[in-house]
């Protein structure tokens, strides 16, 4: 596989690292909000919630990188090519299912009055929800480029977009 390739894989991955630690960090902070802020305004159970996206999110990365990363490296793309096509269908799911929290989340309004650790944790959310997005971006072009140089029809079944990036 190319030297380029590699780096986008290598690159992918170490935003993989980051997302982890950042995720970890929410968590913990959650934790301590919850513990912390008698606020009422502050949601209960955050620790949870991160917590149960965390499990989902963490199952996806280690297909990546356990699975279809290698394959990719190797110049086995046709034994990856349903699993790409499952995390594609999946990164489109949560950009649909999760647009909504993702608005929420980036639009909320933290009051004056509201604890200064949990201020904390929503400036905190608010950029990691970024950084997720744009690594979500920045993996599906990779993954769609790869599936296209080893099936270029299925660039239809993709979406549209896929065509601007491939041209």
């Known amino acids: 596989m190319s030297n380029e390739v590699n780096s986008e894989i290598q690159e992918l991955v170490s935003d993989h690292k ?3 630690d950042d995720f970890k960090e929410l968590i913990i902070m959650a934790k301590e909000v919850e513990v ?3 606020d009422p305004d502050v949601p209960k159970e955050i620790s949870t919630f991160l917590l149960r996206f965390w ?3 963490e199952a996806l990365i280690q ?3 356990g ?3 290698p394959l990719i490296l190797d110049d086995r793309v ?3 090519y349903g699993d790409i096509q499952e995390v594609l269908a999946i990164h489109r799911c949560f950009e649909k299912e999760l647009q909504p929290l993702i608005d929420e989340v980036l639009n909320y309004e933290v009051a004056t009055k509201s604890c200064d650790l949990w201020k904390s944790l929503v400036k905190r ?3 990691f929800v970024e950084d997720l997005q744009d690594h979500v971006k920045k993996e599906d072009h990779f993954l769609k480029k790869s599936i296209v140089i080893f099936d ?3 660039i239809d079944e993709l979406d549209l977009e896929l065509e601007l990036e491939v041209s």
Request: proline share 0%; charged share 40%; with cysteine.
């Open 125 to 127: 959310t608010r950029l």
């Open 63 to 65: 297909k990546e990188e």
């Open 67 to 69: 699975i279809i990363f």
């Open 78 to 80: 046709d034994e990856s």
């Open 18 to 20: 980051s997302l982890r």
């Open 55 to 57: 499990v989902t999110i």
């Open 36 to 38: 912390k802020c008698v």
């Open 152 to 154: 270029s029809e299925s």
